[in-house]
């Protein structure tokens, strides 16, 4: 996988993560029937990242925690037609 990274990243180390979020049983939150709700498969890699940039970037996120199991894209009806899909999460 090829991934650009902006040249305005802080030098220093970042974990990557890539997440496959498969929606076959998000029409429903989890915990509403024993099927019910999305499923998660991520992926990380440890990074460093050398840069003459310093400081830190705005808006990390904690994981767990970067969304809830009842927001939109983590509940998703892929079956009922949609024109767009909300990406959950926090801002990129």
């Keep these: 996988m090829d991934v650009l ?3 305005t990243i802080p030098q220093g180390y970042y974990l990557m993560r890539t997440e496959v979020i498969a ?3 998000a029409d429903r939150p989890y915990g509403a029937d024993e099927n ?3 499923e998660y498969f991520p992926n990380c890699a440890q990074v ?3 840069s003459t940039v310093t400081g830190k970037l705005p808006g990390d996120s ?3 925690g970067v969304y809830t ?3 939109d894209g983590i509940v998703f009806n892929l079956y009922d ?3 767009s899909y909300p990406i959950p999460g926090g801002k990129l």
């Design 36 to 38: 019910a709700g999305a």
């Design 81 to 83: 037609g949609y024109n």
């Design 62 to 64: 904690t994981i767990p």
């Design 69 to 71: 199991k009842d927001e």
């Design 23 to 25: 929606l076959h049983e």
């Design 48 to 50: 460093y990242i050398a």
């Design 5 to 7: 990274i902006p040249a």
